[in-house]
T-cell receptor, first 110, second 116 residues
């Protein structure tokens, strides 16, 4: 089967750094993506890793280790608006379809 | 750029009726569109993958006769929930990709379906 594991909830304070881990087991792998979704809203793309290493985009960074089937999303200088659900997703199969993890709810407090 | 719209945003229907949801890419041509279902505070479950002019590919466990998908053009895909029942009540979200950025999916705002 195909599975992605990520923590269900994370709590942090403004200005802090948070790392959300994701481990995956899938039958195919094109890359690992991260999406952010606010309550009632649409998921929005944050980052994508096809190769091992760190990708940095502003306050957000994402890491991938294909040999460990592991990745993480690092959020720095947390702001209240970062409170949302974060999903890791593996691109697999035809047309690079995405299989999503269960999501991590991040709550940022003052 | 890369805006995807969905219509309607919310719909309430009676059990046994059919509901059509439209997904449009507004400023780009979508080579592939995807349909997802999401229950409250849960993950996105992929229902099907569709390409313009060809039959949709359904994920295991998704009834293709119940969830009809039509991808009429490079900017429009529709999902019809036929003979809806209360258990079909959910948040339905579509997404689209372009040929040049197939790894990034652009999501629509979703459609909240309530079947009474």
């Amino acid at each position: 089967g195909q599975s992605l594991e990520q923590p269900s909830e994370v709590t942090a304070v403004e200005g802090a750094i948070v790392q959300i881990n994701c481990t995956y087991q899938t039958s195919g792998f094109y890359g690992l993506s991260w999406y952010q979704q606010h309550d009632g809203g649409a998921p929005t793309f944050l980052s994508y890793n096809a190769l091992d290493g760190l990708e940095e985009t502003g306050r957000f960074s994402s890491f991938l280790s294909r040999s460990d089937s592991y990745g993480y999303l690092l959020l720095q200088e947390l702001q209240m608006k970062d409170s949302a659900s974060y999903f890791c997703a593996v691109g697999t199969g035809g047309y690079n379809k995405l299989i999503f993890g269960a999501g991590t709810r991040l709550a940022v407090h003052p | 750029g890369a805006v995807v719209s969905q219509h309607p945003s919310r719909v309430i229907c009676k059990s046994g009726t059919s509901v059509k949801i439209e997904c449009r890419s507004l400023d780009f041509q979508a080579t592939t569109m995807f349909w997802y279902r999401q229950f409250p505070k849960q993950s996105l479950m992929l229902m099907a993958t569709s390409n313009e002019g060809s039959k949709a590919t359904y994920e295991q466990g998704v009834e293709k006769d119940k969830f009809l998908i039509n991808h009429a053009s490079l900017t429009l895909s529709t999902l019809t929930v036929t003979s809806a029942h209360p258990e079909d009540s959910s948040f339905y979200i579509c997404s689209a990709t372009t040929e040049s950025t197939s790894y990034e999916q652009y999501f629509g705002p979703g459609t909240r379906l309530t079947v009474t």
